[in-house]
């Protein structure tokens, strides 16, 4: 092959250029943090739908994610001595689909709250939603401050995302100990 095709193949993605996200099969989720630590936290399972776009189960991993007894509940939480993060399963039927740019629902599927150690109980309004975005082969998601006590209320429409954009602010880099959750290969 000549130099000039070898080099449009490659611009063009034909020479082993970047892989989209595969949304089937189970992947790790991941939290990487602040001091650029990766511990896998648990999986999400994709089951493609016939209909376009995959279903998806997220479940985490309780010898990494311990249980912390917090205003009467149970959580699931990462400990770090600067800060505690604890998961909180989305509490109504949604429709757990995603598909290429639409990734809403799988971002509700990954809500957590941060305390410090020193406090006592759960801080509903310290809640973070993760937003998500393709980068290559994995998805990855930059924390947003959220109310989570918005979630004591049944949504009106159950077929619709309970956080949209305008519910959602950006933390300064580096603010919140995970700084980013990715969903990636095995």
């Known amino acids: ?19 989209a996200f595969d949304y089937s099969g189970t992947k790790t989720l991941v939290a990487v943090t602040r001091d650029g630590a990766r511990t896998a936290i648990g999986r999400v399972e994709f ?22 007894f917090l205003s009467m509940r149970e959580f699931k939480c990462l400990p770090a001595e600067v800060e505690i ?9 949604s429709p757990a689909r995603v598909k290429p740019g639409d990734l809403a629902w ?17 801080k509903l309004w310290n809640g973070m939603v993760f937003q998500l975005r393709e ?7 930059e924390p947003q401050a959220i109310d989570l006590n918005r979630l004591g209320v049944p949504p009106d429409r ?6 949209s954009p305008t519910d ?14 990715r969903i990636e290969k095995p």
Do not use: N
């Not at 089951?47 to 912390?68: C, E, I, T």
């Not at 993060?85 to 039927?93: D, Q, R, T």
């Not at 990954?110 to 150690?117: C, D, E, I, V």
């Not at 159950?158 to 956080?163: A, F, G, I, R, T």
């Open 1 to 19: 092959m000549s130099f000039r095709l070898l080099l449009t193949m490659a611009l063009l993605g034909g020479c082993g250029g970047v892989q």
């Open 47 to 68: 089951m493609p739908q016939p209909q376009g776009g995959a279903a998806f189960k997220v479940s985490v991993d309780p010898a990494v994610m311990r249980d912390h």
């Open 85 to 93: 993060s604890c998961f909180v399963p989305y509490p109504y039927a």
């Open 106 to 122: 799988l971002e509700h599927h990954l809500l957590f709250f941060f305390k410090q150690p020193r406090d006592y109980g759960a």
């Open 135 to 141: 980068e290559g082969a994995a998805l990855v998601g």
């Open 158 to 163: 159950p077929d619709q995302p309970l956080y």
């Open 168 to 181: 959602r602010d950006d933390f300064a880099p580096g603010a919140r100990w995970i700084t980013q959750i």
